[in-house]
């Protein structure tokens, strides 16, 4: 069983920055993939980003290229999602998910992920 704890969301003014955190805990972390994944009130869930379990390949949302990085570390057990210039339209809650299946660029499907974490609300005001 694998569980996911986010931290570090909170209020921002746009333009800001915030890291997010998501603390694995379970077996394997390393043979998981991870991914961010964000909904805000009355939208779909969208991915925001992934990371493969080496940390080779990444994927980012069009509307986060080049403002959003995520990495991880392995020996921690943590994915981090490290959010710049950030815009009112970023508000929302942002989940953390780990998949045990997906490879390569398969990492951007949220169907593939199996275990999500409670999510954790960052707020963009203008």
């Known amino acids: 069983q694998v569980q996911l704890v986010e931290s570090g969301g909170g209020l921002v003014q746009a333009g800001g920055s915030l890291r997010l955190f998501c603390a694995v805990s379970g077996r394997s972390f390393s043979r998981h993939a991870m991914g961010w994944f964000r909904q805000a009130p009355g939208k779909e869930r969208e991915i925001v980003a992934a990371?493969?379990?080496?940390?080779?390949?990444?994927y980012y949302g069009d509307s986060v290229k080049g403002r959003f990085t995520i990495s991880r570390d392995n020996a921690k057990n943590t994915v981090y999602l490290q959010m710049n210039s950030l815009k009112p339209e970023d508000t929302a809650v942002y989940y953390c998910a780990a998949s045990s299946t997906l490879l390569g660029t398969a990492i951007r499907q949220a169907s593939g992920y199996e275990y999500w974490g409670q999510g954790t609300q960052v707020t963009v005001s203008s």
């Open positions: 990371i493969g379990r080496n940390g080779g390949s990444t």
